[in-house]
């Protein structure tokens, strides 16, 4: 998503594109996500008392949040720098960061939906329900409610029980309640690529699937061609939007790249019969839930096992488990697809967007954790003012390469 949108605010800018990916458009972690447009996702995962959690997920084996114990010394690294920003002082620095990409792609999205630049993704604007299963959970979470509105200016609804089952009748009588982020909206990340696709051989962009990069050629400072898979490519600029693999380019990139594959699972099935109107987070047991109009999602969970392509069963049922805690009719039948994604985790929360210290004309935008999508129309347009030289519409300072 993020290097479709780096194409269409740099072709739009009037910029000659070529986009290369290793396996198809849109088939990488942008494919089966649960579809948030988020705002409401301000805070990073590294705040105070996150790294005893984290490591109390060692020993469990059923967390929806788990780390498999391995030795690779990349891993390690990235997790001492997450551990030294576990404070209350870098996590609101990430969340102003973050506010800024999510509430300019929430406008952009709104504009490229409004302008017809992309159709028939299954839009809607109804919000965000973080919903809670006991009721003590649910009201310890005005403290953070109480924290967005004061650091950010940006608030949910609270919903106690009565009020949330009126709104949302697919749940179970007997929740503690829910926080509605009526600034949230979501899509269909299939139908999304599939329209972004479109937009770009319309506009002009040549994209070549299957290609992969094998070297780079270098010179005064730049990178002169791409050799890749499919031949050589010789570039005047050139973006990497590369997702969760960008740790594996470090040598070639010369260049601290922080980013931790955070793997990531959904199931996605017919509408139930008992179907939720809105999208929903059981925030106690990490399960998502979306309702697409041609179709319904579960999804979550974090397992950080480093490139592990295995679709793992019991990570599969701790979604469908989650879920019938709290809805009605938690499944639909059949099941359309299993699926699962790397989210690319920076250490600090903060994508990593700008140029690469090593080159005049290389770019880095990655690192976009479980918001690429949310961030993505922001960070396309960011990336192309930057290569064209024109002014930033946000300031690019905290998601420069050499902040670690």
Known sequence: MVGAACAHYLVTAG?????????????????ANCGYVSPSHILPLCRPGAVYTSLKTLFR??????????????FWNWLWKFARRC?????LQAGHARH??????????????????????????????????SKSHFEEYAKTDELLRRE?????????EAELLAKEPSLLPGVGGAWLYESDAHLRPDKLMTAWKLRLDRAGVVIREHCELVALEEGDHCISALITSAGRIEVDQVIFATGAWSRLLQSRLKTQIPIEPGKGYSITMNRPAVCPQYPMIFEEHRVAVTPFQSGYRLGSTMEFAGYDQSIRPERLKLLTDGASLYLKDPVGEPVVERWYGWRPMSCDGVPLIG????????????????????MSTATGKLISELVT??????DPHPYRLDRF
């Open 152 to 160: 950010y200016g940006l608030g949910a609804t609270a919903l106690p």
């Open 61 to 74: 084996r059923n967390s929806p949040f788990q780390m498999r114990f391995r030795f690779d010394i990349d």
């Open 389 to 394: 030289g024109k002014h930033p519409h946000i």
């Open 15 to 31: 910029a000659p594109v070529l986009l290369i990916d290793k396996l198809q458009f849109g088939q990488g972690c942008s494919h």
């Open 100 to 133: 800024a990409l999510l509430q300019s792609s929430r406008t952009l999205f709104d504009q490229l939906f409004a302008e017809n630049v992309l159709t028939e993704c299954d839009w809607e604007t109804l919000g965000l329900l973080f919903v809670y299963q």
């Open 355 to 374: 140029r690469l210290p090593a080159f005049n004309n290389a770019w880095l935008a990655a690192g976009h954790s479980m918001l690429g999508l949310s």
């Open 87 to 91: 404070n209350r002082v870098d996590m």
